[in-house]
């Protein structure tokens, strides 16, 4: 018999994780369907992927579980579920949530110590850290008798750490874990080490860059666990991927790109501080010089608005030149659930993921590009590029062959 896939999920309790296993329970009892997936259309027709109803979840956060409300888990942060699935899928919600393992907040900066109450500061050393995380996703697997377990790192987007050598050589890294250098690495430093280690695919939705670096794709190379980073792309940035190439298609020169956010949710709480932000805007950036090869004025802006819970919305402004030097512009307004569309995302990669593991492929997956903002090691950034890069992998599959 086929062992069922596991999906560890770091920061479980947070308002993607939740949507996530709320999405899983609902496929298992028939509720929904699959929209907002991508894999189960007839793209990936023939390509053996894992069934999504029958994923196994488990994972750990920084945070006490929630109190329950009534006997229903408080989802406080999900909004876009509706009730009527919620009440249906409640026990076993509720019974995911009371699973879930403590988590690590080492060197991750105030905000989200403060998520977890302050207390859990590092004690430990960093290999034992590791050693614990190992342990966890060891009992994970083995408790529910699992194959793989796909690690996807949903956890608050941790500030900035700025790549040094010894984030470039993994000879240097493990001189650092040694040497506990706990300054030089982050908590999803540590989670990733400790996934790769096991052998785990690795999803890095989070802009936290303290995930995957080079030194960490020489150990996912030699641990053959497939990889893939950084930041999911679920909305504005989707938009603007899918948007920008229209400007080159044209000759049209975009002469500015402004980008205000505006989001209520824990996510929005935790990148209201500077430093956690920092990383996001990094992630957002990027793309639009790397589209139409030239960088004009553009800013992004993203405001905590606490009212508005889980609905983001983005207001763009773009100032573009044509024809005769005449100035013309175009504006969007996207509003979403950030967290309803985002869960399918993941959904979609922990089957890939999987899929890769089983076909023996080890570090970068290049073909995830389009579920990224910045996606490593790739040098396509416009969404109809990226999306080609996928269907050619499902064609490759198909067709029996490696990528
Ligand atoms: N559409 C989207 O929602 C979207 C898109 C791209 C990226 N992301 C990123 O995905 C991540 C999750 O988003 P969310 O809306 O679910 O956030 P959230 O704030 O609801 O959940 C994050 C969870 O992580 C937990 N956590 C924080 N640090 C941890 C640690 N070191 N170990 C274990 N758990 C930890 C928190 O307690 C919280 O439960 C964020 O980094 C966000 O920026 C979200």
């Given at each position: 018999?086929?062992?069922?896939?596991?999906?560890?999920?770091?920061?479980?309790?947070?308002?993607?994780?939740?949507?996530?296993?709320?999405?899983?329970?609902?496929?298992?009892?028939?509720?929904?369907?699959?929209?907002?997936?991508?894999?189960?259309?007839?793209?990936?027709?023939?390509v053996?992927?894992?069934?999504?109803?029958?994923?196994?979840l488990?994972?750990?956060?920084?945070?006490?579980?929630?109190?329950?409300?009534?006997?229903?888990?408080?989802?406080?942060?999900?909004i876009?579920?509706?009730?009527?699935?919620l009440?249906?899928?409640?026990r076993?919600?509720?019974?995911?949530?009371?699973?879930?393992?403590?988590?690590i907040?080492?060197?991750?900066?105030?905000?989200i110590?403060?998520?977890?109450?302050?207390?859990?500061?590092r004690?430990?050393?960093?290999?034992?850290?590791?050693?614990?995380?190992?342990?966890?996703?060891?009992?994970?697997?083995?408790s529910?008798?699992?194959?793989?377990?796909?690690?996807?790192?949903?956890?608050?987007?941790?500030?900035?750490?700025?790549?040094?050598?010894?984030?470039?050589?993994?000879?240097?890294?493990?001189?650092?874990?040694?040497g506990?250098?706990?300054?030089k690495?982050?908590?999803s430093?540590?989670?990733?080490?400790?996934?790769?280690?096991?052998?785990?695919?690795?999803?890095?939705?989070?802009?936290?860059?303290g995930?995957l670096?080079?030194?960490?794709?020489?150990?996912?190379?030699?641990?053959?666990?497939?990889?893939?980073?950084?930041?999911?792309?679920?909305?504005?940035?989707?938009?603007?991927?899918?948007?920008?190439?229209?400007?080159?298609?044209?000759n049209?020169?975009?002469m500015?790109?402004?980008?205000?956010?505006?989001?209520?949710?824990?996510?929005?709480?935790?990148?209201?501080?500077?430093?956690?932000?920092?990383?996001?805007?990094?992630?957002?950036?990027?793309?639009?010089?790397?589209?139409?090869?030239?960088?004009?004025?553009?800013?992004?802006k993203?405001?905590y608005?606490?009212?508005?819970?889980?609905?983001?919305?983005?207001?763009?402004?773009i100032?573009?030149?044509?024809?005769?030097?005449?100035?013309?512009?175009?504006?969007?307004?996207?509003?979403?659930?950030?967290?309803?569309?985002?869960?399918?995302?993941?959904?979609?990669?922990?089957?890939?993921?999987?899929?890769a593991?089983?076909?023996?492929?080890?570090?970068?997956?290049?073909?995830?590009?389009?579920?990224?903002?910045?996606?490593?090691?790739?040098?396509?950034?416009?969404?109809?590029?990226?999306?080609?890069?996928?269907?050619?992998?499902?064609?490759?599959?198909?067709?029996?062959?490696s990528?």
């Amino acid at each position: 018999m086929k062992n069922s896939t596991g999906v560890y999920l770091i920061g479980a309790l947070g308002s993607i994780a939740t949507t996530v296993a709320a999405g899983v329970l609902a496929l298992r009892r028939g509720l929904i369907d699959t929209t907002g997936m991508i894999t189960p259309t007839s793209l990936f027709e023939g390509v053996d992927l894992v069934d999504t109803a029958e994923l196994v979840l488990g994972g750990c956060d920084i945070r006490r579980r929630p109190p329950s409300r009534g006997g229903s888990p408080v989802l406080e942060d999900v909004i876009g579920i509706s009730p009527r699935i919620l009440e249906a899928i409640k026990r076993e919600l509720a019974q995911y949530r009371a699973g879930i393992d403590p988590g690590i907040a080492s060197n991750c900066g105030e905000a989200i110590e403060a998520l977890g109450g302050g207390g859990s500061r590092r004690k430990a050393t960093l290999r034992s850290e590791i050693k614990t995380i190992r342990n966890r996703i060891r009992k994970f697997r083995e408790s529910s008798e699992l194959g793989t377990v796909v690690v996807v790192n949903l956890a608050s987007t941790e500030p900035p750490l700025e790549l040094e050598d010894c984030h470039h050589s993994l000879d240097m890294l493990e001189e650092i874990l040694d040497g506990n250098r706990s300054e030089k690495v982050r908590a999803s430093t540590l989670y990733s080490y400790a996934a790769i280690e096991e052998g785990c695919p690795y999803i890095n939705f989070t802009p936290s860059n303290g995930a995957l670096f080079p030194a960490m794709m020489e150990l996912a190379a030699c641990r053959q666990a497939p990889v893939m980073g950084d930041d999911g792309k679920t909305g504005e940035t989707l938009v603007k991927s899918a948007l920008a190439p229209l400007f080159t298609y044209r000759n049209l020169e975009v002469m500015s790109w402004m980008g205000f956010n505006i989001l209520g949710n824990m996510d929005g709480q935790v990148l209201d501080n500077p430093g956690n932000m920092e990383s996001k805007i990094r992630t957002k950036d990027r793309v639009l010089s790397k589209i139409l090869g030239y960088s004009p004025h553009s800013k992004v802006k993203i405001d905590y608005v606490p009212s508005l819970g889980d609905q983001k919305t983005a207001w763009d402004f773009i100032h573009f030149r044509g024809f005769l030097d005449a100035k013309m512009s175009m504006q969007f307004i996207w509003q979403g659930f950030d967290s309803i569309l985002a869960a399918p995302l993941v959904l979609d990669m922990v089957r890939l993921a999987e899929l890769a593991k089983r076909r023996g492929e080890a570090g970068l997956m290049p073909h995830l590009a389009s579920f990224f903002k910045a996606p490593i090691g790739v040098k396509m950034h416009s969404l109809p590029e990226q999306f080609r890069m996928l269907t050619d992998y499902a064609q490759y599959v198909r067709n029996g062959r490696s990528n």
